[in-house]
Each structure stands twice: as structure tokens, then as C-alpha cells.
């Protein structure tokens, strides 16, 4: 069958109609498709961005995991620290070790003032040198005043703080108080030169340490305090007879290998027997507490003196010769003369004989050098009392 013109045209476009529609679709299933792609890669992206904002996360929490548990690795090293030296360089080594940037101080009263104990890195001590510390203004007073810490990101926008900085060249600090009893004991300071340095993560380190150091800096004051009273005689406060000897024997073998010298003064109370008899007991416990205040206060700290017995007392004079140990025992002697006692509105004197010895061959035994000094002692009483003789004989 023959097609006309017409009929062969209508069949050509329907065929390129359906051709059209055909291709429309495959343009729209293609656009429909990286559409689709795009949406997967955007949130792919997004997703490796959280994930990476989680990785970084989870890595600073490990971090200061890890912080934290090398500090409570520290803490019982810490707890077995016999002295207060020894406690704070302690800490001030793990804060330097965690926080890794500045300078760590830690300072701790001494009597009335504070001072520099410890700190990180070993040249710490010279960053301060002969540089004035008011403690009693400023930063300082301030954080023993509020008893917390302190974060200072940059000190040339603190007014009140500025002395810090002319002072010290600091720039930032973090600073937390050592408490005990709820008595500022002491205080960290962590200071550097640059800006905005220390976080917050810092300071909770720091605050966690000065806590620490404040509870074991506790056990140790009452350790000590304990050790005193089992090696102390509760009357004069002065050392009992068994520890008297035992540091004299230490001391005697320090001096022996340094080849030093040492004296050892024997002193009596003159008459005391008589003033016991005569005003009682009570009189005489308060001459004695007396003395073994006077004698405590009278002395170098490596010195040592105890109770030998009744009204007997003696001295250890470390890296002292006879000479020297004579000057001593003579002024103790005035001293003493010039004390009184007042009880019960009744004033007492008294006075005291010594005799002293010298440490000065290494075969010279402990109860050889007693001997001496007690020998030198009956040769005070003997010429009248209330006289220092050195012993010159041998034994």
C-alpha cells in the first residue's frame, strides 16, 4: 500500500515525538541522578566534618585523660613524701610536666614571710632573683584574700595588676592558694611571658595539685607533730635521752667522714635539788619548762640538745671546735643567769655549770665524749658553780 504525503509526515513526527519524549526523559533521570549525587557528596562532606570535629574532640578528652591520670599516678608519690621540700618540688615537677609551658613557682610560709620553695624548670630560681615581691598587695594578697584561683590571659589590660608585669615581665598567669586548716599555707603560681596562654583545663590541673599538696602538706605536719611528741620530753620539749643519742651518733659519723669537729656541752642546773625541796615541785616543772624553752630558741637549727636526766641537759654543736663551743656554753651561761621564772607572782632564778668536750678522733666513742664533758662538769661544780669548764684531759 502506497502512503501519501500526509500520512508518511504524520508518521515521522509521531516518531520524533516519542524520540523526544524518550530523550526528555533520559535529560531528566540524568539531572535527577547528580542531583541525587551531589546531595551524597554534600553529606558526605558534612559528615567527615563532624566526624573530624568529634576525632578532635575525642583526642583533646584523651589528652586530658591521660593528664589526669598521670596526676593520679603522682598523687601516690606524692602521699609518700616525708618533708615539706621534698612534697612541693614534687608538685611543682608534675605541673610543669602537665601543663608543659611557663614557669611554675610554688611559695610557702616560713615562720611569718613566704618563700620561694620550689619550682620548674631549674632556672626557675633565677627568673626571680633580687626581684621585690609584695605580698601583702596586688595579685597576691587578692587570691590568699578570696582563697581560689586566679587566671589572668593578659596583665597590660589589668590595671591593678600592672606591678606584676613591670616586676616580673610577666604577661599571664594562673595562680591557686596551698590551704591548711583553711589558712593559706602557700600558693602555685604559673606565669610566662607570652599572652592568653593558660586554659581552663590548666587551672583545674593546678587547683587539683594545690589541693593535693594542701591535704599531704596536713599529714605531714601532724606526722611530725606526732614524731615530736614520741621522741620529745613533754616537759622541757626538748629530745629525750634515747633520741638525744641517736642523732649524736649520726652526727658524730658525718663529722668523721668530713673530717669536721663537733662539741658536746653537759650542763646541770645549779642547786635545783635545794629549790625543788624548799618551793616544791610545781616551781621547779616551770624552771625546767623554762629553760628548755630558752635553750630551744638559744640554738642553731644543727645544733641539737635534749633532756639527759632530771636537771641534766646536752648540747650537740655541729661543725663547732672547743674554742667556739666554749664562746657558746659562756653565753648560755649569762643568759640563763639573767632568766627568770615567775610563778604565782614569786620571781626565780637559777643558775647552770657546763662542762664541754670536742669530738676530734675517730675512735672517740660516744660515751668517751660524754665521759669528757660530764668529767669537765664535776670540775665546773667543784670551782664554785655557775662556771663552763673544757675538758683538756684524756680518757
Known amino acids: 500500500m502506497t502512503l501519501t504525503y500526509i500520512q508518511t509526515m504524520l508518521i515521522l513526527f509521531s516518531f520524533f515525538g ?10 531528566r533521570l540524568e539531572d535527577e541522578g547528580n542531583a541525587e549525587r551531589l546531595t551524597f557528596i554534600r553529606n558526605r562532606d558534612l559528615l567527615n566534618i563532624k566526624l573530624n570535629k568529634i576525632s578532635a574532640k575525642l583526642e583533646a578528652r584523651n589528652k586530658a585523660l591521660t593528664r589526669y591520670l598521670d ?46 620553695i620550689a619550682g620548674r624548670p ?23 584574700a578570696r582563697k581560689t584561683s586566679i587566671k589572668i590571659d593578659d596583665l597590660s589590660k589589668e590595671f591593678k595588676f600592672k606591678e606584676i608585669q613591670a616586676i616580673e615581665g610577666t604577661r599571664s598567669l594562673i595562680a591557686y592558694p596551698i590551704l591548711i586548716d583553711d589558712d593559706v599555707a602557700g600558693f602555685i603560681k604559673v606565669d610566662s611571658e607570652k599572652t592568653d596562654r593558660f586554659t581552663y583545663d590548666d ?20 606526722l611530725n607533730e606526732i614524731t615530736k611528741l614520741a621522741d620529745s ?18 652526727m658524730l659519723t658525718d663529722a668523721a667522714k668530713r673530717g669536721g669537729k663537733l662539741s658536746l656541752i653537759f650542763m646541770d642546773i645549779d642547786d635545783f635539788k635545794k629549790l625543788n625541796d624548799k618551793h616544791g615541785h610545781l616551781v621547779g616543772d616551770e624552771i625546767l619548762r623554762n629553760l628548755g624553752r630558752y635553750l630551744r630558741h638559744s640554738l642553731r637549727d644543727d645544733d641539737c640538745v635534749g633532756r639527759y636526766g632530771g636537771e641534766e641537759f646536752i648540747i650537740a654543736l655541729n661543725n663547732t671546735d672547743i674554742d ?17 621564772v615567775v610563778l604565782d607572782k614569786s620571781e626565780f632564778h637559777i ?14 666513742s660516744i660515751s668517751q665524749l660524754i665521759t669528757a ?8 661544780k667543784k670551782q664554785g658553780k655557775n662556771k663552763v669548764i673544757t675538758f683538756e684531759g684524756k680518757l
Open 233 to 250: 620530753d613533754p616537759l622541757t620539749g626538748l629530745f629525750i635521752r634515747r633520741y638525744f643519742l641517736e642523732r649524736l651518733s649520726l
Open 122 to 144: 631549674k632556672s626557675f630560681r633565677y627568673n626571680l632573683d633580687d626581684k621585690a615581691i609584695d605580698f601583702d598587695s596586688g595579685i597576691y594578697s587578692e587570691m590568699m
Open 71 to 116: 596526676i593520679d599516678t603522682a598523687a601516690v608519690k606524692l602521699n609518700k613524701c616525708i618533708s615539706e621540700e621534698e612534697l612541693l618540688d614534687m608538685v611543682s615537677n608534675e605541673i610543669y610536666k602537665a601543663i608543659r609551658k611557663g614557669t611554675v613557682y610554688i611559695f610557702y610560709r616560713k615562720d611569718i614571710d613566704f618563700k620561694l
Open 18 to 27: 516519542i524520540l523526544s519524549v524518550l530523550i526528555l526523559d533520559r535529560t
Open 351 to 364: 643558775t647552770v655549770s657546763q662542762g664541754i668536750s670536742e669530738f676530734h678522733d675517730n675512735n672517740f
Open 324 to 340: 667556739t663551743g666554749y664562746k657558746i656554753a659562756e653565753r648560755l651561761r649569762k643568759g640563763i643567769e639573767s632568766m627568770s
Open 373 to 380: 664533758a660530764d668529767t669537765a662538769l664535776y670540775s665546773a
Open 203 to 222: 587551672i583545674r590541673l593546678v587547683s587539683y595539685l594545690g589541693d593535693l599538696a594542701g591535704l599531704f602538706l596536713t599529714n605531714i605536719f601532724y
